[in-house]
């Protein structure tokens, strides 16, 4: 072939019709100037012939569409069975934060009790008056706006404790 020829694909596709008007035109004009393309077209007009004919055409059963259309009447979507795994995994997300909060509320009140019991318990009366004492004089010489007299106004009086 020569340089100005047009190549197999090209060719292919003129034969098959994929190509706009303009591009027909083109290529037609040039096939009937040019042997080389004439023989072309030919081997590949013989070749499509040739694939077509070498298949011969299947006929599906007369019971294979009605069967089918059975099949997937019949086939009704089971309910999907949510296993404990499947379960845990759906939720994992939000039980770990959940859990971790209640753990930090729990070890606080905990605490709390807990030191609580044990000031109560090692501390003579002469102490408790004591911590008591200091405990007044930081919350009573902090200025009015201050966080510690905001913490001061919310824990109970002397004779509530």
């Not at 070498?54 to 019971?63: D, V």
């Not at 009605?66 to 379960?87: F, V, Y």
Request: glycine fraction near 4%; hydrophobic fraction near 35%.
């Amino acid at each position: 072939m020569k340089k100005e020829c047009i190549n197999p694909e090209k060719l292919s596709a003129f034969l098959d019709g994929e190509l706009s008007e303009q591009e027909r035109e083109n290529i037609k004009s040039h096939v009937k100037d040019c042997p080389l393309c004439q023989k072309e077209a030919q081997g590949l007009t013989k070749l499509t012939e040739l694939l077509n004919n070498s298949f011969l055409p299947i006929e599906p059963s007369p019971y294979f569409i009605p069967g089918l259309k059975q099949k997937i009447e019949d086939n009704e979507p089971m309910p999907a069975k949510i296993t404990i795994n499947d379960w845990i995994s759906r939720i994992k997300h939000s039980l770990v934060p959940i859990g971790a909060t209640a753990l930090i509320l729990l070890s606080f009140v905990a605490g709390n009790r807990i030191g609580n019991i044990l000031y109560q318990k090692s501390s003579t009366a002469q102490e408790r008056e004591i911590y008591t004492s200091v405990e007044s004089s930081i919350l009573n010489d902090s200025p009015e706006s201050s966080l510690t007299n905001t913490y001061a106004n919310l824990l109970p009086e002397e004779g509530e404790r």
